[in-house]
Every structure is written in C-alpha cells, then in structure tokens.
C-alpha cells in the first residue's frame, strides 16, 4: 500500500503575531497532520530576536516517511516597540534647598525594553541664590 495521503500542516496560534519589544516569544509551534503521521512536528525556519523591532517570518516544513511534502506554512512575526521608557528620579521628588549653597541636581536615570538604561536628559536650572519654585524635567527618547 503506497500513502499518497496530502501532509497538511496546522499551525497552532496565530500566523500573524504582534509582540512588544523585550518580551519573551515563544515559538508556538505547528503539527504535521497525515493519516499516517499523527501530530507529527513540523521543522520550523526562522528567528525572531524579540530585542529588535522589525518583521520577522517562521517557515513550517514537513516532509513524511514516505517523501510527501507539506505545503509550507508561515508565521509573521511583528516586533513593535510600544512602551515608552520608564524614567526613575535619584533622590527625592520635592526638595528643599538652603540658598546661597550649591545645588547639585542628583538627576534621573531611565530604563528601557530595548534600548537598556541611561541618565535622562534634565531641562531646568536652579538660581541657588535667589529663594523660590524651580522645576527640573527629565526626559527620554527611545530608539
């Protein structure tokens, strides 16, 4: 008896994926489905580095015992940077400064997904002797 059977392959999970940068992916995988070979793995081709925005395509193989090809299946990968990154000041928000002394500003540091960590970027100066409100704002850009 000779299997002529068509390999079909499932995907299981969605064959257009949307991931936030940074996070974990897990390569859902595929079965391969024949009479003969049930649940069979697929041979999956391709990478996805979940640190680097951008499109990223796995390509589902099979081929059975009896040298029957699947057709190939293909899963997009959308690695979207969507989170903004996290500023954290050093020191207290709100202070009081005795004038006519130094001040030195202890800044802000940021963390991000994918662009790591850094100092924030501070817009604001302080007239340490004239007494008053001064307002110091961090910011970040990510990539």
Known sequence: MVDSAATIITVLGDSNITLEAGCFYDAASAKCYTIAH???PAISNGT???N???TYT???SFTDST???ANEIHRTIHVAD???PLINLIGD???THLASTTFIDQGANWTDLVDGNGTADANGTVDQNTPGTYH????VTDS
Request: hydrophobic share 40%.
């Open 58 to 60: 796995i390509i589902y």
């Open 67 to 69: 040298g029957n090809p």
């Open 136 to 139: 110091i704002i961090y910011s």
């Open 38 to 40: 049930r649940n069979a």
């Open 52 to 54: 680097v925005p951008g």
């Open 93 to 95: 928000a709100n202070l």
């Open 48 to 50: 996805v580095d979940q």
């Open 82 to 84: 969507t989170t903004a």
